[in-house]
């Protein structure tokens, strides 16, 4: 497939197979966006590659909104989407980690909405991961709360035993040196 210049759609081009069939030139076209995490999106390339960039630093909803004249709507789902899309990739990515003489850091954080932005978190979903410190490979995984026993399990699932865990002083945590891990706890763990 090439692309070639299209002025009818969104984005100006799209991917035109150049293959040959039974001496007939193949005439399928498809966007350039196809199989790509923006495909279903409405906005141009030039808008996606913006708003993702100021989500992903980190800017403030009303800077964006300044700068690019995008609709609170638009960032609030682009920004849901972008956290989405990254949690996917994540937990694809994660993979069973540590093992003797190596350090894991782990600990678990609830994502959700706050009503009216304010208050504690009232709905959302517990995610638990951990990060290598040696080789910096990662796991994270959703949990149905952060219980003893649920995060036991997890750490068994996704961390070798004999490796040196680091976290916070949850009391979830203090049984955990019976399974064979050397627990130490920090009160330094970033939030």
Known sequence: M??????????RFRWRCRR????????????IRHGSWFQRSHLTLQEVLYLTYDILRR????????????????????GVFCRDTLLVYLEGCSEKIGCP?????????????????????????????????????????PVPDRTADKLTNVI??????????????????????SHGYTHRKSLNLIR
């Open 59 to 78: 800017e403030p909803a009303r800077q964006i909104q300044r700068e690019h004249r995008f609709s609170d709507h638009t960032i609030s789902d682009w």
């Open 156 to 177: 068994r699932a996704w961390i070798e035993p004999v490796t040196t865990l680091i976290s916070d002083c949850w009391a979830a945590y203090q049984g955990i040196a």
């Open 2 to 11: 090439t692309w070639h210049a299209d002025p009818t759609t969104l984005d």
């Open 101 to 141: 003489n190596n350090t894991v850091e782990n600990d678990e954080s609830k994502f959700g909405r706050r009503k009216y932005n304010r208050g504690h978190p009232v709905k959302g979903q517990w995610v638990f991961g951990g990060v290598e410190r040696e080789s910096g490979r990662t796991f994270l995984v």
């Open 20 to 31: 040959i069939v039974a001496r007939t030139r193949c005439s399928g076209c498809r966007s």
